[in-house]
């Protein structure tokens, strides 16, 4: 599985931190708001996942420290 940390910025404003699961799916981004994804039970990560749409992300900040 393809994860990268991030924090997004939807259009709305709403900041989310957390992981993003293999990039853009059919124009959705696959993100669990959690920084362990590494730790996690499979059920567990599967529950979790949002599917936010591109088109309400204002942007994506992938430089955390």
Do not use: W
């Amino acid at each position: 599985m393809n994860t990268t940390q991030a924090m997004i910025i939807l259009t709305n404003g709403i900041r989310k931190y957390g992981t993003i699961i293999n990039g853009e799916y059919e124009g959705r981004i696959q993100f669990i708001p959690s920084s362990q994804v590494t730790n996690m039970d499979q059920t567990i990560l599967c529950n979790l996942i949002e599917h936010i749409p591109v088109s309400h992300i204002y942007s994506i900040d992938t430089f955390l420290k």
